[in-house]
């Protein structure tokens, strides 16, 4: 997959952005990736904000410093996924939506290019589904308009087969473990 996730990469960085839809099942794999993808965008010269759980983002950090120097990292901005999908207390499109532009903006703002990898995590409530499926499709004409690269990950096992279908038609293009399908959207 390391070859192929490259190659993505570099064909994302040469059109105007895109939004990425990863289901993962193996987590060394998705850290691997998610590790790559960080460490592609430093090299360009973008800031990456990540938005992962506090259980994976110290592994990935470990990869990044195998990678980049202090000044790389410092482009790396890590924000908890709890914290930040379920800031107003819940999952509520509208606001996450907000509040995911609020964050871009900042720098924007500066002139900085940000991408986007953000873990989508829930508890146990099923109403969050629909949620989900709104916030990608506020989140997909934020990307388009904004020329942006966003990868949304979700752990696969979680996914009932609705919200994958529901998340396909919001992204351009599907990761898993095993390979890379571009989305007819």
């Known amino acids: 997959m390391d070859n192929n ?3 993505l990469i570099k ?4 059109s105007n952005g895109a939004h990425i839809l990863y289901c993962f099942n193996e987590l060394e794999t998705y850290m691997e990736n998610e590790a790559m993808f960080i ?3 430093v090299e360009q010269g973008d800031h990456i904000l990540v938005v992962e759980n506090d259980r994976i ?3 990935v950090y470990k990869k990044l410093q ?3 120097n202090e000044e790389q990292l410092a482009k790396v901005h890590h924000i908890n996924n709890f914290d930040f999908y379920c800031f107003h207390g819940d999952f ?3 606001t996450m939506v907000n509040y995911f532009l609020e964050n ?3 720098y924007s703002e500066r002139n900085m290019f940000i991408r986007t990898w953000g873990h989508v995590e829930w508890g146990n409530d099923d109403q969050v589904m629909d949620a989900i499926g709104e916030y990608e499709k506020g989140i997909d004409k934020l990307i388009t308009e904004r020329g942006l690269i966003s990868v949304c990950a979700y752990d696969d096992y979680r996914v009932p087969a609705e919200l994958k279908s529901n998340l396909i ?8 473990d095993e390979k890379i399908t571009i989305l007819a959207n």
């Open 66 to 68: 195998l990678h980049l």
């Open 57 to 59: 983002f110290p592994f």
């Open 104 to 106: 871009i903006d900042t």
């Open 5 to 7: 996730m490259k190659q």
């Open 92 to 94: 509520h499109p509208s």
């Open 39 to 41: 460490i592609s965008g």
């Open 169 to 176: 038609k919001y992204h351009r293009v599907l990761i898993t």
């Open 11 to 14: 064909d994302i960085q040469q």
